[in-house]
């Protein structure tokens, strides 16, 4: 199991939407896994369709990881 609380700097802890990046530096992964993850296996997300960024959400994908 994933702790994204372990691999987060004390100043970012309040945040709780990071960019693709971040997501990818907190769980330690790639940024294909990542994109694996959400399209097949469900992994929440949000899309930001005028900039075709995606976001995530701390709690969501943390409870998400937990239960996989």
């Given at each position: 199991?994933?702790?994204?609380i372990s691999?987060?700097?004390?100043?970012?802890?309040?945040?709780?939407?990071?960019?693709?990046?971040?997501?990818?530096?907190?769980?330690?992964?790639?940024?294909?896994?990542?994109?694996?993850?959400?399209?097949?296996?469900?992994?929440?997300?949000?899309?930001?369709?005028?900039?075709?960024?995606?976001?995530?959400?701390?709690?969501?994908?943390?409870?998400?990881?937990?239960?996989?």
């Amino acid at each position: 199991m994933f702790s994204l609380i372990s691999n987060i700097e004390e100043r970012d802890r309040d945040i709780s939407v990071v960019s693709m990046k971040q997501m990818m530096k907190e769980l330690n992964i790639s940024y294909s896994t990542i994109y694996r993850w959400c399209k097949y296996k469900d992994m929440p997300h949000y899309k930001v369709k005028q900039s075709n960024k995606v976001l995530f959400n701390r709690n969501k994908v943390q409870d998400w990881l937990e239960n996989q």
